[in-house]
């Protein structure tokens, strides 16, 4: 007997149970992230989630550095035709991520091709708002959340004989409050965390002031930076002048200044609330977390404050069954349960208000009630134009220039004034050439 | 051994007893922190003396220490780093010992042009051509392989400078005697200049090994399981920029974990340098 | 520099040479050859639009003040880097060839810091030097002196520059050992029969039998204080305060990746290229004149 069609036979059978396997491999979703530690943990677990909950698709995610690592490796990734589907970016590359038609595939768009249920409405506007155009239209996903607040050292303010459970409201009382714990023997009154952040871009929005022309940026590529204004002056070089005897003393561009918190060497910070878990663990003293301090002579102060971290932008060039996969993601991503361990756990802030709800019939703000502090800080007030968030381009490289000149301020090299003058002059051109690169 | 006047004898290991604690002592911090706990770690200013939780730091951070990378133990992390160097250091001394020999014994036209296009390779860093790089790497289909991590690395010309210097002062009666017996360039080659290169070449697996082995950025672009991560990669991705918590005793635990393999390759060239090895009448 | 007594077959060099040239070929010249055309365009980062600017690029960086500015900084780093990192590690390299006790100790001791991946070096380095929590910031502030490089631009260029330096005098002490291991034992007992103490047997026959490996280390070290610094500077000062730690290198790197502009990236690593090209051979035609072989 012929061999042949007991070969043809067992090839066909064999095939067939190849395709039959293929059917049911899950299409690989790459999620490329810059989360370390305890962070790239949760996103390994959520990942975990999706997939143990489905066979049809495998979220893989792959640490990939900094910021700004991860976002290049994105970027190398599209020119040679490997990128992955998810791509996690930094809050401050938003501007270039938006700029990049045909790189990017917006959410808004995501979910319609997709055909899965998606309700602008549902989620929390103050976190949406950074990321989505201004009829409200969301281009990525918020993931890590945080907003500026002030950690405070109880113990150090017991010592310098002030009440542990009256944290300052506002400047002239926190800078008061400063000069109490340096005279009472600390190293240091307060520093603040990511310079840029906290102490402009923040102080913008909270005061309702104007950080850029275009609602920052959120008009058009066309802004101009306008943080130079009277009040921002003062307000560093009352900074400068009290870095001369350490009421205030920097601690470095981003991070950096945290570990003088944590070491009481600072009675008080003003840094992401993203900083809590490090606090939590790490401090050896009682601490609180308390509002932004604002100016109250100013009108409309305390407006809103903006947020920082990163969302997660869809990246173009994938293949349409991709893209139905990265929908379900996000739709398992914006879960309520999903959302409130996210924001019990990591502190990142939660971005439906259905999550937040269930946070708080929970019960949990009434049992920690310092953790409500950056939502109600950033939602407590409808959003102006000047406190949507920001969207400028190579905002990186401005807040850069900007730290140069404060730098240069608090070493008493410039006049506040000149510095912030300087900043905005040098950081429009730097502007003006993104917008010639992104026409 | 050379003969010295006995009273400075101390001279020598003083100097070099000061010269080691000044230039070890940034290792000994990391030492002494993967002994601590974080809060102690980051109480200004930390101890100089070493903590209570050894055992304890270094078993975390052997089981899952690395957890945080998809779970990757870090044998499997030092397995890669291992093949990463031991390719890169094995792969750049043989191309640069026969390119050097090339270069040097031979008169051929284009002689100083390869030299030199060879030696330009210094002049222009990584990170500024790693965009282009990765696009050739990925074009050729060599992402996520060790081909695509190790072989981009190989196109370096320390190597070829170093042994270039060296063979230009070998004597021209070696050379010459070997004509004389016969012998081929390639025997030459394998008989004579091999053996004469021995120390060159153990200072170089170390400095190659350890400069595959410490390899960051590019691995990080051109890999994307985490079952090809290397161990640097995974110290890290342990630190925290910005909001995540450092969990910094695991972090120096790992960071001193991953400095064993390279001192086991200094350990282990150092016979190479042993004196009275390198025949002392060329 | 050519030997005088060569072989002479036709095919067999280019045999030997090809191996590593066609590894140059494809994983340098061509993506480097990409690379410095992006200094003639004007691109977003993603490569979607692109335009031809011919010399733009370069024109705004050669007359952007802080270019200059940066150009001083690089020459004052790079002369202390090299000086830092070669004249200890030839002293300790010259002090463990004469030990016998404990030279194997002393070796992997000294060889040490090298092992330490330039990612993580720089994060021990704030450890140590953070004025909130370093140690050695401690010790400083200990002894009155008012140490915080944020703030002062010299004390921070001082920081990187033996940061950077101190990786390095492992190489070189590498380096210089084993070329002091290759110098013949018979030269220098004859020298000190014939009544030339140490110090002299160092100076006439040790260092120029030692200038090969001199002249190699030179040229390496500046090249890494000119390229393979940014590692350090990124993560102990980011080029402040106030640039004034910002070395050429430094401002290629963060121009390209975090700023993303690459043409303005790829103009600045062109004129550097050129001018370490330019270096090199000055050294190669002038120094290597005296280098005894």
């Not at chain 2, 081909?147 to 060296?166: N, V």
């Amino acid at each position: 007997m012929s061999p042949r069609p007991l070969l043809l036979a067992l090839s066909a059978l064999s095939f067939a149970v190849s395709a039959a396997r293929a059917d049911t491999a899950p299409i690989e979703i790459q999620w490329w992230h810059a989360m370390t530690s305890a962070n790239a943990d949760k996103v390994a677990q959520i990942a975990d989630g999706f997939n143990t909950q489905q066979t049809a698709y495998k979220v893989v995610p792959v640490y990939k550095g900094s910021y700004a690592e991860t976002l290049n490796a994105g970027i190398a990734a599209f020119r040679a035709g490997t990128q992955p589907a998810i791509l996690q970016v930094f809050e401050v590359g938003t501007a270039t991520m938006m700029a990049a038609k045909g790189a990017i595939k917006p959410v808004y768009q995501l979910m319609a091709d997709a055909k899965e249920p998606f309700d602008p409405a549902a989620y929390l506007p103050a976190v949406t708002g950074y990321y989505s155009t201004t009829d409200g239209k969301m281009l990525s996903l918020p993931f890590n959340s945080s907003t500026p607040i002030v950690y405070y050292n109880k113990d150090a303010f017991t010592k310098a004989g002030l009440d542990p459970n009256k944290p300052p409201k506002t400047w002239p009382e926190f800078f008061d409050d400063a000069k109490k714990i340096r005279a009472s023997g600390s190293p240091c009154g307060f520093t603040a965390g990511w310079i840029s952040w906290t102490q402009l871009e923040s102080f913008g929005a909270w005061h309702n002031l104007p950080f850029a022309s275009k609602a920052n940026g959120l008009g058009g590529t066309d802004a101009e930076l306008a943080f130079n204004g009277p009040l921002q002056v003062k307000h560093i070089q009352t900074l400068a002048e009290l870095q001369k005897d350490k009421t205030f003393d920097y601690g470095g561009r981003t991070s950096e200044p945290e570990a003088k918190f944590i070491s009481g060497d600072c009675g008080m910070i003003q840094t992401s609330s993203g900083f809590y878990g490090n606090v939590k663990a790490n401090a050896k003293f009682a601490w609180g977390m308390a509002e932004l301090p604002y100016y109250p002579d100013v009108q409309g102060a305390p407006q809103n404050s903006i947020i920082g971290g990163a969302s997660l932008w869809v990246m173009g060039g994938k293949k349409p069954e991709d893209y139905v996969g990265v929908a379900k993601f996000f739709t398992y991503l914006s879960q309520t349960a999903l959302q409130k361990d996210l924001h019990e756990v990591t502190g990142y802030l939660p971005i439906t208000k259905a999550a937040y709800d269930a946070i708080k019939a929970d019960g949990f703000y009434a049992q920690n009630p310092e953790r409500e502090i950056p939502v109600l800080q950033m939602s407590g007030r409808a959003p102006t134009d000047n406190s949507r968030g920001l969207r400028l381009g190579n905002l990186v490289q401005i807040r850069d220039v900007i730290a140069e000149e404060l730098e240069a301020t608090f070493a008493g090299k410039e006049t506040a004034k000149e510095a912030l003058d300087k900043a905005k002059a040098r950081g429009d051109v730097i502007l003006r050439n993104f917008q010639k690169s992104a026409s | 051994m050379e003969s010295r006047s006995g009273g400075f004898a101390w001279v020598p290991h003083l100097v070099l007893l000061i010269g080691a604690a000044l230039v070890v002592f940034p290792i000994y911090v990391t030492f002494v922190a993967s002994t601590l706990t974080p809060s102690e770690i980051l109480a200004g200013p930390m101890t100089l003396l070493p903590g209570s939780h050894l055992v304890e730091n270094y078993l975390a951070a052997l089981t899952h220490g690395t957890a945080f990378i998809s779970g990757q133990p870090v044998a499997r992390l030092m397995a890669n780093s291992l093949i990463v160097a031991l390719v890169v250091a094995i792969g750049k001394i043989v191309i640069s010992l026969l390119s050097a020999y090339a270069v040097v014994f031979f008169r051929f036209p284009g002689r100083m042009i390869c030299f030199w296009m060879i030696f330009l390779t210094l002049m222009l860093p990584v990170e500024v051509r790693i965009l282009p790089t990765y696009q050739i790497t990925a074009n050729l289909g060599m992402v996520d392989t060790y081909g695509g991590l190790t072989i981009p690395l190989i196109a370096s010309a320390t190597a070829t400078l170093l042994f270039r210097q060296f063979f230009l002062t070998l004597p021209d009666e070696l050379v010459e005697a070997a004509k004389l017996d016969g012998a081929g360039p390639m025997r030459f080659f394998v008989d004579t200049v091999l053996p004469l290169s021995a120390t060159n070449m153990a200072a170089l697996f170390v400095i190659l090994f350890v400069y595959g082995w410490n390899q960051f950025l590019w691995p990080l672009l051109v890999t994307n399981s985490a079952s090809m991560t290397t161990i640097v990669i995974g110290i890290k991705s342990m630190i925290g920029g910005g909001d995540s918590q450092t969990p910094w005793h695991i972090v120096m635990a790992t960071t001193i974990l991953a400095m064993l393999p390279p001192m086991a390759v200094v350990l282990l060239m150092q016979r190479w340098f042993v004196k009275g090895l390198v025949d002392s009448d060329k | 520099m050519q030997r005088r007594v060569v072989f002479d077959n036709r095919w067999l060099p280019y045999l030997l040479v090809g191996p590593q040239l066609i590894v140059t070929l494809v994983f340098f010249f061509w993506p480097a050859a990409e690379a410095i055309y992006f200094s003639v365009e004007r691109q977003d980062p993603f490569g979607l639009s692109t335009e031809f600017v011919g010399l733009d690029n370069f024109v705004t960086i050669l007359s952007d003040p802080g270019y200059l500015h940066s150009l001083g900084v690089t020459a004052v780093f790079s002369t202390s880097v090299t000086l830092l990192a070669m004249v200890p590690a030839l002293l300790l390299a010259v002090m463990a060839d004469r030990v016998v006790r404990g030279s194997r100790l002393y070796q992997t001791v000294l060889i040490l810091p090298y092992a330490i991946a330039p990612a993580i070096a720089g994060v021990l380095w704030l450890f140590l030097f953070n004025p909130g929590v370093g140690v050695v910031a401690f010790a400083l502030r200990r002894i009155g002196i008012d140490w915080n490089y944020l703030l002062n631009g010299d004390q921070a260029l001082a920081l990187v520059i033996l940061a950077a330096a101190w990786k390095q005098i492992s190489y070189n002490f590498l380096f210089f050992l084993a070329g002091l291991q290759a110098v013949p034992k018979s030269l220098i007992e004859a020298a000190a029969i014939d009544g030339a103490g140490p110090v002299r047997r160092f100076w006439t026959i040790i260092l120029p039998l030692l200038s090969p490996t001199t002249f190699f280390l030179i040229v390496v070290n500046i090249v890494y204080a000119f390229f393979e610094t940014f590692g350090v500077i990124h993560s102990v000062t980011g080029g402040g305060p106030s640039k004034a730690t910002e070395i050429l290198v430094y401002k290629v790197y963060y121009d390209g990746v975090v700023a993303l502009d690459l043409g303005g990236s790829s103009a600045q690593s062109v004129i550097l290229m050129l001018l370490v090209i330019a270096l090199t051979a000055v050294q190669f035609k002038y120094v290597e004149a005296r280098v005894h072989y």
